[in-house]
C-alpha cells in the first residue's frame, strides 16, 4: 500500500513530499482576482509581487481566460515536427512589435536565456566560423538556474555546489567600462546585459553605459543579448525595456509576463541570426504548443489593445511620487529607484522582517537582495491599490526605525 496522502496548505518541511527549494512564507494561495489573493483561511492580501513579475495582467485576466478555455476545447499539444498555427500567430504579434525578426518558444527565463546563449555560440562558431564561445555578463544579475545560465549569474551564491560550472562565463562590475574593454578577447561571442538588475537589487542600466557596450559590441563583431524576463511585457512602461534606451538587440528574452501565469518563454532574434538555429540545433518538447500559444497571443493582444505598457508608466509615476513623498527624507531608506513598476526601495538595514510584517498586514512584497524591497504590482493597478500599500509600507519602516531606535 502506498504512503497516505494529506491534504494542502502550509505544511512543515518534514511533512512535504516537495523538494524545499524554497523557503516558503506560510501563506497558501488559493485564488486570485486583479491585484487581490486569498489564501485557504480566507484572509485577502493586496499582491504587490505578481507571481515575481509574472501576472502583468492581473490575476485571472479575463481575455487570456477565455482564449485559453477555448483552446483546451479544440487542441492541447502536438509536437513542432508540425505546423502549429497559433504558434505562427504568436510569433508575428512579437515581431511585428519589436525589433525581432524570428522567435524560439520554450518554457521559461531560464530556458530562453539558455537558447540565447546556445545561439550566439552556435552563430560564432557555425556561422562565422570564428569559434568564439565566451559571454560576458554583469556583477549582480541574474540569468537563470540552469547550469549555463547561473554560471552567467553574476552573484556566487546561487552557484555553491554545483561545481565544476560550464567554462566560457566571464562577469564584471555593472557600469565598470574599462574592466568590460579588458574582458573582451579573441573568443568573445557575445555581451549578456539586463536593463534593469530586478534580483540584483533594482538598478537599472546607466543609458551612457549601455550606449557604450552597444559600441563595443559593434567594435569586435559581438551579439548583444539583452534579457527580459523580468523587465519585458510592459513592466517598465515599454513593451520591452530596452526600448527606453534606443537600442535594437541582436537576441533577447522574455518569458514571466508573457503567459500571465502559464508557464512559457521566448528568445526571440535578428533576421542574419536564422542561419545559427537550423533544424536539430536547439529544440523542446513543450515549446510553444496550442495552448501555450494561445495564451501568449491573448497576453500580447490585451497589452497592445490596453496600451498596458503606458498604463504602467503613468502608474510607475505615481507609485514612485507616493514613495518619494512618504519615504524619501526617511533616513532608513536609502535610494528608491526604478523603471515603470520595476520598484526597489534600498533601505539601510536588511527588510526580511518587513515582508513578514506586511503580510501580517495583508500586502504581499518581496525583496532584492537583503536591504532591497521590491514592488512588483500588475500593470493595471489603480491609484487608491497604490495608496494603501504605499501607507502599509511607510507605517512598517517608521515602526521598524522607532523599535531600532528605543
Not at 516537495?18 to 484572509?43: C, H, M
Not at 492580501?45 to 485559453?68: I, Q, R, S
Not at 540552469?146 to 560550464?166: I, N, Y
Not at 534580483?199 to 567594435?219: I, N, R, S, Y
Amino acid at each position: 500500500m502506498g504512503k497516505e496522502s494529506a491534504a494542502g496548505g502550509v505544511k512543515a518541511a518534514n511533512e512535504s513530499s516537495l523538494f524545499q527549494t524554497y523557503a516558503r512564507y506560510p501563506i497558501a494561495l488559493v485564488k486570485g482576482e486583479g491585484s487581490w489573493l486569498w489564501d485557504d483561511q480566507g484572509n485577502k492580501y493586496l499582491d504587490f509581487m505578481a507571481g515575481l513579475a509574472v501576472t502583468n495582467l492581473g490575476h485571472a485576466p479575463v481575455k487570456v481566460k477565455e482564449k485559453l478555455k477555448a483552446q483546451l476545447d479544440e487542441l492541447w499539444h502536438v509536437s513542432n515536427l508540425f505546423h502549429i498555427p497559433g504558434q505562427e500567430k504568436a510569433a508575428e504579434l512579437l515581431t511585428a512589435n519589436t525589433c525581432a525578426d524570428a522567435v524560439f518558444f520554450c518554457n521559461s527565463g531560464a530556458e530562453a536565456n539558455e537558447a540565447a546563449i546556445k545561439l550566439a555560440r552556435r552563430y560564432h562558431q557555425k556561422v562565422k566560423g570564428t569559434g568564439r564561445y565566451e559571454v560576458i555578463t554583469f556583477t549582480q544579475s541574474f540569468h537563470g538556474r540552469t547550469l549555463a545560465t547561473l554560471t552567467a549569474t553574476g552573484q556566487d551564491k546561487v552557484k555553491e555546489g554545483f561545481l565544476p560550472l560550464p567554462t566560457g562565463f566571464k562577469s564584471v562590475p555593472l557600469h565598470d567600462l574599462p574592466a568590460l574593454e579588458a574582458a573582451i578577447n579573441d573568443n568573445t561571442a557575445a555581451i549578456m546585459i539586463e536593463m534593469v538588475q530586478a534580483e540584483g537589487g533594482v538598478h537599472p542600466v546607466d543609458p551612457e553605459f549601455l550606449q557604450a557596450v552597444t559600441g563595443l559590441c559593434k567594435k569586435h563583431g559581438l551579439l548583444l543579448i539583452v534579457d527580459e524576463v523580468q523587465t519585458g511585457m510592459g513592466r517598465t512602461g515599454k513593451l520591452f525595456a530596452h526600448e527606453h534606451y534606443g537600442i535594437e538587440p541582436d537576441i533577447f528574452t522574455v518569458a514571466k509576463g508573457l503567459g500571465s501565469g502559464f508557464p512559457v518563454g521566448a528568445m526571440l532574434g535578428k533576421a542574419y541570426l536564422r542561419e545559427a538555429f537550423t533544424a536539430g540545433s536547439h529544440a523542446t518538447t513543450f515549446g510553444g504548443t496550442p495552448i501555450a500559444s494561445a495564451v501568449i497571443q491573448a497576453t500580447i493582444e490585451t497589452m497592445l489593445e490596453d496600451n498596458v505598457p503606458q498604463r504602467a508608466a503613468e502608474a510607475g509615476e505615481y507609485l514612485m511620487t507616493k514613495l518619494n513623498e512618504s519615504l524619501g527624507s526617511h533616513p532608513f531608506v536609502k535610494a528608491v529607484r526604478g523603471k515603470g513598476l520595476l520598484i526597489g526601495i534600498e533601505c539601510a538595514e536588511p527588510v526580511g522582517e518587513l515582508v513578514l510584517k506586511g503580510q501580517s498586514r495583508g500586502l504581499l512584497f518581496v525583496t532584492a537582495g537583503p536591504n532591497v524591497i521590491r514592488l512588483l504590482p500588475n500593470l493595471y493597478v489603480t491609484k487608491q491599490e497604490i495608496d494603501q500599500a504605499v501607507s502599509i509600507v511607510t507605517e512598517l519602516i517608521h515602526e521598524h526605525t522607532a523599535v531600532s531606535q528605543a
